[in-house]
Structure formats: structure tokens, C-alpha cells
């Protein structure tokens, strides 16, 4: 498997140098130079999740050092459950059953197998993410107790709320957070100016974990081929799909399991405020803007660095994007809890309002998954007033808030924290 960029102007590289580098060198984002093709009939709906990924992920790394370890990888990575909760008139997949409450678990702990792999004794990794979000502990946690990759975490001091500053300090080693004095835009600075200093680079094997990695990618086609797989199975037609988007790393998985071959659907979009893709779908025409902050703020993203993948595709098609405001979002929270008890963060509730907003027959005419991205503990101060209910903590996040904390002060300045990594 050869992977190449989007902007075509960087030599063609393999899996585990793809993996390894994040984004292209011509700043292109990488993507198969052409899609596996696999046997459909050959994948049992009932089997496992980290079987059905497997058999998904190996023709995607063959041909790199990287050959022969998916089997591991998805087995060490998917140890968590993947739930679907029937509603009725639709299902809702749970993606937040990993350790950190957020799907993105399933990418992040694929990523550090991968690169926990490439990386040697002799050849460090480290990831810098600059993160107030589900990113950084979802990278915090992958890399806890991995061999030769290590994270390094920096978030902006009194800028996050108590439980994201906990959930970003609490993994033990060879994972680092870094409490910056500075706004977010600092510590992005920071990560940016020490990935443009080619000495700290190479000393450190500097790498981002963001989601333009095909190695957060990949990991999510599986869980859409495997749910779609599973529902078509039970109903005999394909299922359409509605994932809240924000940088379209989740929707695009989708589409790469539409174009595997995987039955699925229509795959419809759901934002909030930030609308750069309901405009592009409305008009044609794709604009990047400045982000607007939403209480869906895992989503608040006004240049989907994702779009770029969209034209690598044969089969790119989509059926709508909503854009849902948070009024419409505190109600869509409210009304699904009130008809069927069914609590959703936020980003989810986008997903069951961009579901309400179908006309009837297209609400009727298949099954419709709304993927669950997190927990709605995890954003109780949104969701607890708009249900008049308390939420309780699952146990994968009162395990989190059990942990130690421990944490390396910094100014925003790239001296401070290229002596915080050299240690
Ligand atoms: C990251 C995130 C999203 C957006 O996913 P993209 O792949 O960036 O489109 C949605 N919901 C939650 C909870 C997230 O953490």
C-alpha cells in the first residue's frame, strides 16, 4: 500500500513512514494511492469488533515495517466496548466507552501501537499536542506505558475546566503535561515553532497526533464498517449514517467504509454554529473562517483540515449537512431525553437534530445510526440544567479522577520547552 498526498507534490511513502510523519511535506494530508479492494462477503457481521478491524487494517499497512501487527494492534487497541442503543426511530452507536469518554480513543490508541512500533531505541517519538480537548487525554492515555513513543501534552493555564486539566495530568509515564502561561493560541505557537526548529525536531522525533494523521484515520473505518455491517445484517439494507463533525476525520472514515464497500448509506453531517460545511453543501462553494466557540465545543472548527481528503475519494457523496446552534441543541437534548430517556453530549445531540430534520420518508426509509462521540458526563455543566437531572460518572472516567495528577509549568517560550523535553 502506497500513500500519497493530497497536493501531489511529495514522494509517494508507506504506511508506517505516513503514520510517522502526520501531515505531508508539501503540508498535503496522506491518503491511499488507491483503495484496497476486500471481499465483503468474507466479513462475519457477528464477529468482534478487533476481528472485523483486523482483516480491515492489514491491507492498509502491508508493504511497511508495519505488516503482519494488525491483528495485535487492533486487538491491544479495541479492548472496549462499542455500543448501539436502540431508540426506535433510530440507533444511536456509542463511541465513548473507551478510557477517556470520547471516540476519540479509538484513533489515538491505534496511532500509539503504530507508533510505538516505528519507533526504536534509537529513534524517538515524541507526540506534541497542544490540546484544551478530548485530544489530549485520549493522547495522554494511548501513551501511557508505551516503549520508545512518548507525549508531551501542553494546555493553556486556567483556561480549561478542572476535570480536562485532570483528565490531561493523570498517565504516567512517558507522558508529560505541560501547564503553559499563555492563551491556546500560545501553546499552538509553541508546538508550531518547535516543529520548525529542525535540531529540537530531530532530537526528539517531534510528530503531531492531530486528526489529518492517517493513523487516527484508519482505526475509525472499522468501527463504521463493523456497525454498518451489523445493522445490515438485521435490517437487510444498508444504514445511513449522521456524525457530528468538526475536522470530518469520523465522517470521512465513513466514506472510506462506503467506498471499502462496506452497506453504507447516505452519510449526513451534523455541526454546530460553525457552518463552513453547511455553506459549502448549501452553495458549493468552501470557505474557511475564523471558529465561533459552541457548547459542542469538541466541534468548534472553521476550517475542516479534513475537506482536503473529500477529493482523494471515488465516492465522496453526501446527503446534507445541518448546522445545529446551541438553542437548538439544548432543545434536541431535552426533547430526545424527555420522549426516550436517552441522555446526549452536546456533539451527539447535533447528530439527533440533524436526524429530526430529514423529511419523514427519508426517516422511514432505513435504519439511521447517530454516532455518540462523548460522554455526556464530560460536559455536565452543559447538559445537567437542560435535563433538570444529575449525571452519574461512568467508571472509566471516576477511574480517571482517582489518578495522581502531575504537571511541569512553563512560559510560552520555546527554550522552556525544550528544556522540559530533554528531560
Ligand atoms: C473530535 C470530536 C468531534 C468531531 O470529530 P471530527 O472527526 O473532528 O469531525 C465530535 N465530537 C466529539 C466529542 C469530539 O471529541
Keep these: 500500500m502506497i500513500y500519497v498526498s493530497t497536493r501531489q507534490a511529495s514522494a509517494p511513502v508507506d504506511a ?144 480549561i475546566s478542572a476535570f480536562q486539566e485532570h483528565q490531561l495530568c493523570c498517565w504516567r509515564a512517558p507522558v508529560r503535561a505541560l501547564r503553559v502561561d499563555g492563551d491556546f493560541d500560545a501553546c499552538q505557537t509553541l508546538v508550531k515553532q518547535a516543529f520548525a526548529d529542525p535540531q529540537l525536531s530531530a532530537r526528539h522525533g517531534l510528530t503531531s497526533a492531530n486528526s489529518i494523521s492517517i493513523g487516527r484515520l484508519l482505526p475509525q473505518v472499522c468501527y463504521w464498517a463493523h456497525a454498518a455491517l451489523g445493522h445490515a445484517a438485521q435490517a437487510g439494507q444498508a444504514p445511513g449514517l449522521i456524525i457530528p463533525s468538526g475536522n470530518l476525520g469520523n465522517a470521512l472514515a465513513a466514506l472510506i467504509a462506503r467506498n471499502l464497500g462496506f452497506p453504507v448509506g447516505p452519510v449526513v453531517l451534523a455541526t454546530n454554529a ?97 454516532a455518540a462521540t462523548a460522554h455526556p458526563f464530560k460536559f455536565a455543566d452543559a447538559v445537567e440544567p437542560v435535563i433538570n437531572a444529575e449525571i452519574a460518572a461512568p467508571d472509566n472516567l471516576a477511574g480517571v479522577l482517582e489518578r495522581p495528577v502531575e504537571v511541569t509549568d512553563i512560559r510560552a517560550d520555546l527554550t522552556e520547552l525544550a528544556a522540559a523535553l530533554a528531560h
Excluded at 465522496?316 to 448546522?323: M, P
Aim: aromatic residues 8%; proline residues 6%.
Design 16 to 159: 508506517a513512514a505516513a503514520i510517522r510523519a502526520g501531515a505531508a511535506p508539501d503540508g498535503g494530508l496522506y491518503m491511499p494511492a488507491a483503495l484496497p479492494v476486500l471481499d465483503i462477503e468474507q466479513f462475519d457481521p457477528a464477529r468482534p469488533l478487533a476481528q472485523t478491524a483486523a482483516d480491515i487494517l492489514a491491507p492498509f499497512l502491508a508493504g511497511s515495517p508495519l505488516e503482519g501487527e494488525a491483528r495485535a494492534m487492533a486487538a491491544d487497541a479495541f479492548n472496549f466496548l462499542l455500543k448501539s442503543v436502540d431508540l426506535g426511530q433510530l440507533s444511536v452507536l456509542e463511541l465513548f466507552h473507551g478510557p477517556t469518554g470520547a471516540f476519540k480513543d479509538f484513533g489515538a490508541r491505534f496511532l500509539f501501537r503504530c507508533l510505538d512500533r516505528i519507533a526504536g531505541a534509537d529513534a524517538p517519538v515524541s507526540v506534541l499536542a497542544a490540546t484544551s480537548g478530548d485530544t489530549g487525554g485520549a493522547v495522554g492515555c494511548a501513551a501511557e506505558g508505551r516503549a520508545h513513543a512518548r507525549a508531551v501534552i501542553l494546555f493553556p493555564k486556567g483556561r
Design 274 to 370: 460553525n457552518a463552513t460545511l453547511a455553506d459549502w453543501a448549501r452553495h458549493g462553494v468552501f470557505e474557511p473562517r475564523a471558529s465561533i466557540a459552541t457548547l459542542a465545543n469538541a466541534m468548534d472548527v472553521g476550517a475542516p483540515s479534513n475537506f482536503e481528503r473529500l477529493g482523494a475519494l471515488p465516492d465522496r457523496a453526501i446527503h446534507s449537512v445541518a448546522s445545529v446552534h446551541d438553542d437548538d441543541i439544548r432543545a434536541t437534548i431535552r426533547r430526545w431525553h424527555g420522549e426516550t430517556g436517552y441522555i446526549a453530549c452536546p456533539h451527539t445531540a447535533t447528530g439527533l437534530a440533524a436526524f429530526d430534520r430529514l423529511d419523514a420518508d427519508a426517516q422511514k426509509e432505513r435504519p439511521w445510526i447517530v
